[in-house]
Structures are given as structure tokens and as C-alpha cells.
């Protein structure tokens, strides 16, 4: 039945879209003929979501039918804007308690790094390389391509959109929080981080006896904020179609023309990445590709098609083990790759910001560009199992540098289609960070994988 109906909302919009064609460049035909045949294939669309019972098609649903009362009913629509920032005030809500968890319990729960020495230097310092190479990929991207420029939303009455211009001295000065409930009430994101990592850096110096408490504490409270998270998102598609109605009944249907282009823009530098970044790794590291590429096949199918990283990660640790990667440095560095490790994800952050600026008509400098960077390489750190995370760590970040949030919700009814990808990529760039560290360490090959997992593989 659920194919049927999709096949039926094809077919209504495929003839709706000819009407419109039509109507535009050959012969005009009565306005309640094309008003019907949108709304009929909508409704057809609706029908799909509800065979479907997922979240994505109704937040793209609410998106089409968004478009279509914007469209349709502009004065009707600016005033949707309420439903919108009602979203926004929840999600802001989650911002620093996810950030505080994730980082302390990412930094302290890998408090043996100094047992492991050597390996766990080399991971981090290949982490922080080729996640900063994606973040430079996807500005120069976005700049390149200007997807969000001519989006022009528009901003609240009263708010000023240029971040506040400082001096050298004084943006140092601002990453360093002087009192963290001030930090949290203004949104300080990059305060929030600083105070994070020292919070985690200093509970992993405590005693284990003391450490284990307020790790569980830290750790209840991400899978807490996660859970929080996915109660939220419950209320995306009613946020997200406001937030589209408001923008295309201020600004017109022109938006969905810069969606085309981001997303376009966003695979392309992926592949740009892929070919730039890890392939010449992989090539430098010495790793068997064809081997590789037979072995993480399966766990990036399951993270492209579930958009979920934590789902592809046990195959992708039998398949590291299963082509030569040691068991030990498998278990260490996959679980810290995903705190640390999110190509994907920040090269996603890094281009989805820039084109919020471009949207909301802001010229950033390169300094700030520098500074955004630097915020999105540290807030990014252990979100990559969480579906539609990387929103609310967007969210956070470009309200920290004064820009407008209307463009981060129009993300939302495309972000789906980015989630596949960022978190494809993230299982990619884990599982080639294995096979590297391993063959820096000069395991790779040496053991023989566990007969368990050879049989798990080809079952």
C-alpha cells in the first residue's frame, strides 16, 4: 500500500508540475485548477507519510506543504513565525547541557591514553589533520558556490546580524569563560567547549574511585539530552513548516533553488574530500585498497541508508579486524574516532554556517571565518551517533556569532538527505583511521583476525 501511494504523489506532482509549466511558458490556465492539483498532489504526499511512520517524510512533508502556503497564503504565513521559534527555544535548551556531556565523558572515559601512549598521540594529531582539511574543504566550497546568497531571510525586528567586531586581544579573551551559568545564558558556545574540556581533562586526572561517579553522571546525563533530543524532533516538522512558509511567503519560491544548490554543493565536496583527503592517506598509509573498499562497503551502506553512524559501527569493527587491523586497536581508536573523527560532520558544519551567513546577507571576514572554524572543529567532538545532532551544534554555534537561525531550519527539510552522507562519510574516514594508525604502528597484518568475527562477516 505504502508504494502505491508514493507512486500516486508522483504521479499528482509530475502533474502538477505540467500544469505549471504550462501555465508559465505556454498558455495561462485558471488559478484554482493549479491550486487544486498542488494541494491534491500534497495531500497524496501526506497520505505516504503516514503509511511511512517516519520522521524525515513528515519533516519533509511539512516542508512542501511550508512552501505551499507561503506561496499560496503570505500574509497567513509570516505569521507561522511563533511555531518556529517555539522549536527554537527547545533546542537551544539542549545546546550546553549535550555539549558539557559529550565532551567530559568523551575526554575522561579515555583517560588511559597515557597507557597507550604512543597510539593515542598519533590518533589525535590524525584526527585533528584531516578533520580541519574537511572543515577547509567545506568553506572554500560554500564560497565557491554561494548557495545562500539571494536567500535574503528575513531577521527578527530588533536584532543586529553582524557578530560584534573585536579586537585580537579581546576575541582571545572571549573563548575563555569567567562564569559558566553566564556563558550558558548568553550562549557562549565556544565558552561552553573551553570550560568542557577542562572539566574533562581534570576529571581524568582524579582517582578511579572518584573519576567513575561523575563519569556515569556525565555519561547518564548525554544519553538524557540525546533522549531530550529525539523528543524535540518530534516537533521539527511543525517548526521546520512554519519556518519555510514564513521565508517563502517574505521572500518567495526562490529558496528552494538555493536547497538544490547547497545540497548539490555539499555532495560535491564530499567527493572532493574522498579523492583530496583520504584517498591520498590511504595511499601514503600504504592501505590495500581493493581490500579496504570490499571491506567497508557493507558498514557505509548501513550508515548512508539509517544516517545513523553508531548503527554501521560493530560491522565496521569486525571489518577492520576482519582485513588485518589488531582487536586492540580497533576497540581504541573506532570508539575515540567517533568523538573525534567527524570528517562528515565537519565538513557539513562548516558549509551549512557559511551558508546561514550568505542567507541572512552577513559577510563574515576571514578572521571570523578562522574563528568559526575553530568553534565547529572543537563543538563538533562526539555527536556523530546521534541523528540530527549536528542541527543543534549548528544551531548553538551561528547564534553564538550573531547570525540569524531562520536558515538552519529551512536545513532541517533537506537535512535527511545531508544526514546520509555526513554520517557515510564519518564511517568511512573512522575505519580508514584504523588501518592507518595500525600500519603507523607497524600492526597492520601481523594477526590473524578472530575466527568469530570471520564468521559473523559471512554469515
Known amino acids: 500500500m505504502k508504494n502505491k501511494v508514493l507512486l500516486l504523489a508522483f504521479a499528482a506532482f509530475t502533474l502538477a508540475a505540467i500544469f505549471s509549466v504550462v501555465s508559465n511558458f505556454l498558455t495561462p490556465l485558471s488559478p484554482t485548477l493549479l491550486f487544486a492539483a498542488r494541494w491534491i498532489a500534497i495531500a497524496t504526499l501526506a497520505v505516504y507519510a503516514f503509511y511511512k511512520r517516519s520522521l524525515a517524510a513528515w519533516i519533509f512533508v511539512a516542508m512542501v506543504i511550508g512552501a505551499a502556503v507561503g506561496h499560496d497564503g503570505p500574509h497567513v504565513a509570516?505569521?507561522?513565525?511563533?511555531?518556529?521559534?517555539?522549536?527554537?527555544?527547545?533546542?537551544?535548551?539542549?545546546?550546553?547541557p549535550l555539549l558539557f556531556a559529550t565532551l567530559?565523558?568523551?575526554?575522561?572515559?579515555?583517560?588511559?591514553?597515557?597507557?597507550?601512549?604512543?597510539?593515542?598521540?598519533?590518533?589525535?594529531?590524525?584526527?585533528?589533520?584531516?578533520?580541519?582539511?574537511a572543515l577547509i574543504i567545506g568553506l572554500a566550497a560554500i564560497n565557491i558556490s554561494k548557495a545562500g546568497v539571494g536567500v535574503h531571510v528575513p531577521a527578527p525586528s530588533g536584532e543586529n546580524l553582524p557578530a560584534q567586531r573585536l579586537t585580537a586581544s579581546e576575541t582571545i579573551l572571549h573563548i575563555f569563560p569567567e562564569n559558566i551559568a553566564k556563558s550558558i545564558a548568553e550562549g557562549q558556545v565556544l565558552q561552553v567547549v573551553v570550560f568542557s574540556i577542562l572539566f574533562g581533562m581534570a576529571?581524568?586526572?582524579?582517582?578511579?574511585?572518584?573519576?567513575?561517579?561523575?563519569?556515569?553522571?556525565?555519561?547518564?546525563?548525554?544519553?538524557?539530552?540525546?533522549?531530550?533530543?529525539?523528543?524535540?524532533?518530534?516537533?521539527?516538522?511543525?517548526?521546520?513548516?512554519?519556518?519555510?512558509a514564513y521565508t517563502v511567503g517574505s521572500t518567495g519560491m526562490g529558496i528552494l533553488l538555493n536547497l538544490g544548490k547547497l545540497l548539490l554543493t555539499l555532495y560535491?565536496?564530499?567527493?572532493?574530500?574522498?579523492?583530496?583527503?583520504?584517498?591520498?592517506?590511504?595511499?601514503?598509509?600504504?592501505?590495500?585498497?581493493k581490500k579496504f573498499i570490499a571491506a567497508v562497503a557493507e558498514p557505509v551502506s548501513i550508515a548512508f541508508g539509517t544516517a545513523s553512524s553508531e548503527a554501521a559501527l560493530p560491522r565496521a569493527m569486525e571489518a577492520m579486524e576482519a582485513i588485518g587491523v589488531p582487536r586492540q586497536v580497533v576497540a581504541f581508536v573506532m570508539p575515540m574516532g567517533y568523538s573525534f573523527n567527524l570528517v562528515g560532520s565537519t565538513l557539513?558544519?562548516?558549509l551549512a554556517a557559511i551558508f546561514v551567513a550568505q542567507a541572512a546577507g552577513v559577510h563574515l571576514?576571514?578572521?571570523?571565518?578562522?574563528l568559526l572554524m575553530l568553534t565547529l572543529m572543537l563543538t563538533s567532538k562526539g555527536v556523530a551517533g546521534v541523528s540530527r545532532a549536528a542541527i543543534v551544534i549548528l544551531l548553538?554555534?551561528?547564534?553564538?556569532?550573531?547570525?540569524?537561525?531562520?536558515?538552519?531550519f529551512i536545513l532541517l527539510g533537506i537535512d535527511q538527505l545531508m544526514d546520509m552522507g555526513r554520517t557515510a562519510i564519518n564511517v568511512l574516514g573512522n575505519c580508514l583511521a584504523?588501518?592507518?594508525?595500525a600500519r603507523w604502528e607497524g600492526d597492520f597484518e601481523k594477526e590473524n583476525p578472530s575466527p568469530v568475527v570471520m564468521s559473523a562477516l559471512s554469515d
Open 78 to 96: 509570516v505569521n507561522l513565525r511563533l511555531i518556529s521559534m517555539i522549536f527554537l527555544r527547545l533546542i537551544k535548551t539542549i545546546i550546553a
Open 104 to 133: 567530559v565523558s568523551g575526554i575522561a572515559a579515555h583517560s588511559d591514553l597515557k597507557k597507550v601512549g604512543r597510539m593515542g598521540i598519533k590518533a589525535i594529531v590524525y584526527f585533528e589533520v584531516v578533520t580541519t582539511l
Open 203 to 244: 576529571l581524568a586526572m582524579v582517582r578511579e574511585e572518584r573519576r567513575q561517579p561523575m563519569l556515569k553522571l556525565v555519561e547518564s546525563l548525554a544519553e538524557t539530552m540525546f533522549k531530550f533530543t529525539n523528543l524535540v524532533m518530534y516537533f521539527a516538522p511543525f517548526g521546520v513548516g512554519a519556518a519555510i
Open 268 to 289: 560535491v565536496a564530499f567527493l572532493i574530500c574522498i579523492v583530496g583527503v583520504l584517498l591520498p592517506v590511504a595511499l601514503l598509509a600504504r592501505v590495500p585498497l
Open 348 to 350: 557539513y558544519l562548516s
Open 365 to 370: 571576514s576571514l578572521g571570523q571565518q578562522l
Open 396 to 408: 548553538g554555534t551561528v547564534g553564538s556569532f550573531g547570525l540569524p537561525t531562520e536558515p538552519v
Open 434 to 437: 584504523t588501518v592507518v594508525v
